[in-house]
Each structure stands twice: as C-alpha cells, then as structure tokens.
T-cell receptor, first 115, second 115 residues
Framework: AQKVTQAQTEISVVEKEDVTLDCVYE???????LFWYKQPPSGELVFLIR??????QNEISGRYSWNFQKSTSSFNFTITASQVVDSAVYFC????????????FGKGTMLLVSP | GAGVSQSPSNKVTEKGKDVELRCDPI?????LYWYRQSLGQGLEFLIY????????KSGLPSDRFSAERTGGSVSTLTIQRTQQEDSAVYLC?????????????FGSGTRLTVV
C-alpha cells in the first residue's frame, strides 16, 4: 500500500520569508514517481514537479526547490522569498512507475502568505 | 479543448436525488481519472479509464457511484440517491497515457453540496 503524509496542515508566513513544506511517503515499489501540485483558491490543481525515484538530485526552479531524500522517504518543497501569490494548498503525491497507475495524494498543506 | 473541462462547476442537490457530473478531457488524452476532495481529506481516487480497457473502479466508495466514458472522450460520474457525506469537490484529470509518471492535467472540479 502507498501512503503520503503531509504533517503540516496549515502554515502562515509573512511575505519574503522562506518556507518548507514537508512530505513523507511510504511505498513497497522499488521505482516510483513523486509529485507536487498547487491548488490556488480557484480550485484547479496545478502541476509543479515530477521526480523519478532514480533521481535523487535536488531541483531548483526559480524560487522553488525540492529536496528528495530516499533514505528518509521524504520529498520536501521549499519556497524562497515567499509571495502572497504563493498562498494555496500544496499537495504531495506518489505513483508507481509501472503500467497504468493512479496518484496517491497527501492531505495537503495550506500555505498562507500575508503581506 | 485546451484544458480539462468540468460541468457544472457547482451543484446543490437534495438528499436522495441523483446527480451527474461531466468531464471533458484534453483532446487526445487516453487516460481519464476521477478524484474526490473532501474537506481536510486530500484527494481520494474514485475511478480510472484507459482507452478501451475495463475501468479501474476500485476507488468507488459505494454502488451508488458509477461512471461512464463514451467514445473514449467525455466521462460522466453519476451518484445515485445522494447522501450528505457525498458533499465534496469532484475533480477530473486526464493524461496522454496511463502511466502515472507523466502527471495529470486537472479540471477545476465540480463542487457538490447535498442538503
């Protein structure tokens, strides 16, 4: 069985602060994919990143960075210099890397960035 | 279309009534998924369609839930004899293939309220 845990239900920061969203996963698969999605108030889920379990390199995209550590089954997401527009619910998700597959989502972390 | 389209965006129904939710995936996407997002519960997988294969219905919570996908394109999720616990946002997603690693494109969802 697969499981994704996002222990932080809600995080509040002031603009320009850095913030890290935690994600811990469980899977028996030897290969898998990890994802982060953003859900702004409009409701639509926006794809942010996909990471293959083979690739443990950290990734940076603008103000976003991701730290994948297979040894601790974690895939944490950091926003540097947060902005009000970053306010959203962020979901971490996991899928097997075999055949067809569905995503297993965490319960999400609501990020509130105030001016 | 350019994105995944869901209708209606909001639906209020009386307990015991049947409802139909529609999803129009991105043209050419062979895989279609339905998820349910309840308050504070993350996203729960409901059903998955891939091409002409039999759908994966393993996530449907009860026999009051069913879904069809006609012509490999538009899908309808039907909830019979709605209950208050069915109140949630129902999200549809599509992808070019069944492999979860490619990630999904989500629609904006249908917010269902059962009163």
């Amino acid at each position: 069985a697969q499981k994704v845990t996002q222990a932080q239900t809600e995080i509040s920061v002031v603009e320009k602060e850095d913030v890290t969203l935690d994600c811990v996963y469980e899977t028996r698969d030897t290969t898998y994919y990890l994802f982060w999605y953003k859900q702004p108030p409009s409701g639509e889920l926006v794809f942010l990143i996909r990471r293959n379990s083979f690739d443990e390199q950290n990734e940076i995209s603008g103000r976003y960075s991701w730290n994948f550590q297979k040894s601790t089954s974690s895939f944490n997401f950091t926003i540097t210099a947060s902005q009000v527009v970053d306010s959203a619910v962020y979901f971490c998700a996991l899928s097997p890397n075999s055949g067809y597959s569905t995503l297993t989502f965490g319960k999400g972390t609501m990020l509130l960035v105030s001016p | 279309g350019a994105g995944v389209s869901q209708s209606p965006s909001n639906k209020v129904t009386e307990k015991g009534k049947d409802v139909e939710l529609r999803c129009d995936p991105i043209s050419g996407h062979t895989a279609l998924y339905w998820y349910r997002q309840s308050l504070g519960q993350g996203l729960e997988f409901l059903i998955y369609f891939q091409g002409n294969s039999a759908p994966d219905k393993s996530g449907l919570p009860s026999d009051r839930f069913s879904a069809e996908r006609t012509g490999g394109s538009v899908s309808t999720l039907t909830i019979q004899r709605t209950q208050q616990e069915d109140s949630a946002v129902y999200l549809c997603a599509s992808s070019r293939a069944g492999v979860g690693g490619l990630g999904y494109t989500f629609g904006s969802g249908t917010r269902l309220t059962v009163v």
